[in-house]
């Protein structure tokens, strides 16, 4: 079993004392906190509207925070902008679906490899690596996307993105809107990243008890703030708790 002490030896992503808003003045995380271990999966919970995805967009570089910090390997990175995070090994996958519907699957991945096009080698080899990883979208590659099941469709999202060969992955409800069996494709999908691929992930979620089965950590945040953090293993029997709104 996972204790305690397993964690924060080797933080990959950290937020400290975080405030960020939209609105001057009006922060919506009021100082948050937390660390993402490598090749684990961290997971974030918490009601509607406590944050998230603000959480999120802050950390990918989309909002600046109004105080605290944000660190990548031990570095602050509040100060670079979010393509040179992703330059950086950083990858988001954003809580609205993304995908370009009109091209075809394989037109889709190729835009992951767009600050590589050049490299036609590269490219090929990384829409090789997630053909094997997705072996459906190989089936599929010269449909058009937006004919594929919604399951599918955030495989081809989640495969474009792994295009920029990313170490440390930001989700934000990855399985919104998908049927059950798609979930859990999905959310072993992510377990297999950490393991097979060496991501580390920080995953944002509603489905408490799916998240709870393949994450590591968890954070439970309220308004903006923390409220409780453990191994995951400890907060099976605690789950109601959390829906506490
Ligand atoms: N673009 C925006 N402009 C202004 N306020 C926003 C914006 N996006 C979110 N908010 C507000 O910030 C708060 C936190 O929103 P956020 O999307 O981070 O929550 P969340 O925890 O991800 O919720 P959910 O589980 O519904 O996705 C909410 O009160 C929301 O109304
Ligand atoms: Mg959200």
Request: net charge negative; hydrophobic share 40%.
């Amino acid at each position: 079993m996972t204790t305690m002490s397993d964690f924060h030896t080797d933080t990959v992503l950290e937020m400290r004392d975080l405030y960020v808003g939209y609105y001057k003045d009006l922060n919506i995380l009021q100082g948050l906190n937390i660390k993402v271990q490598r090749n684990k999966i961290t997971a974030v919970l918490g009601a509607n509207g406590v944050g998230k995805s603000t959480a999120l967009r802050a950390a990918f570089g989309f909002l600046r925070p109004n105080q605290g910090d944000i660190l990548l390997e031990g570095e602050s990175i509040l100060d670079i902008a979010t393509y040179n995070r992703i330059l950086k090994g950083l990858a988001y996958i954003p809580q609205q679906p993304g995908v370009f519907k009109d091209m075809s699957v394989e037109e889709n991945l190729e835009l992951g490899g767009w600050t590589f096009r050049r490299d036609k080698k590269q490219v090929r080899e990384k829409i090789e690596a997630n053909y094997e990883r997705f072996p459906i979208l190989k089936e599929k590659r010269k449909q058009i996307t937006g004919e594929l099941s919604g399951g599918q469709q955030r495989m081809v999202e989640i495969g474009r993105t792994l295009m920029a060969d990313p170490n440390m992955l930001l989700v934000d409800e990855p399985t919104a809107g998908l049927s059950k069996m798609l979930s859990e494709e999905v959310y072993e999908m992510l377990t297999a990243l950490t393991s097979r691929d060496d991501i580390t992930i920080l995953l944002v979620d509603q489905e408490i008890r799916h998240a709870l089965k393949i994450a590591d950590y968890v954070y439970v945040l309220e308004l903006g703030r923390n409220k409780y953090e453990g191994p995951a293993t400890e907060f099976e029997d605690l789950e109601k708790a959390f829906w506490v709104a």
